[in-house]
């Protein structure tokens, strides 16, 4: 497959990692690499010395160039998955292609990587059982004179600060 490099991708983290003087001997350095995201294949051209993270920022400017789609994700909110196993953000993207992941070769020839959006959640539990906490505290009330009730001005900030983290 024959394409060209997108501006943004031929400059900044490839010229000056490999520190090339010319854009062909960038273009020889690089690999395909394919990304499935959003039901769309996107090609992007990237040094394999580069990490995972750093290739999830690409790709992210990559999106945000390419479709009207306004991505307000940072790259720790994707998820990159090949041949059903997540990336690590630690390791580049030659550590996969060559096996030295103690993984396996995940990335060989022309292979596609999965991307996906890590799904947030799992407060739920944790705020009812807040609000139960509270709804005792209430019911507790006429057993205790009311002292339960000092309790609820502590309880509430959780609610509202538990979805910011999850």
């Given at each position: 497959?024959?394409?060209a490099?997108?501006k ?5 983290i ?17 690999i395909n690499v ?7 294949t ?9 990490t995972i993270k750093s ?8 999106v ?8 307000r ?5 994707l ?12 390791f580049?993207?030659q ?10 070769e995940l990335?060989?020839?022309h ?13 739920f539990?944790i705020?009812?059982f807040?609000?139960f906490l509270?709804m005792?505290a209430c ?8 002292c339960s ?6 309880l509430l900030?959780?609610l509202?600060?538990l979805p910011?983290?999850?």
């Open positions: 497959i024959a394409m490099i997108p943004g991708i031929s400059g900044g490839l010229d000056g990692a490999a520190g090339l003087s010319s854009d062909q001997e960038i273009i020889d350095r690089n394919f990304f499935a995201f959003g039901g769309k996107h090609c992007l051209y990237l040094d394999p010395q580069l290739a999830k920022q690409l790709f992210l400017k990559h945000r160039e390419t479709t009207d789609w306004q991505c994700f940072r790259p720790s909110d998820s990159m998955i090949s041949r059903g196993v997540p990336l690590d953000d630690e580049s993207i550590d996969y292609c060559a096996g030295r992941n103690n993984k396996g990335l060989p020839g292979a596609t990587i999965q991307v996906s959006l890590r799904q947030r959640g799992g407060c539990l705020s009812a807040v609000l509270i005792s019911v507790g009330s006429l057993c205790t004179c009311g009730l000092l309790v609820i001005p502590f900030p959780l509202f600060i910011l983290f999850c």
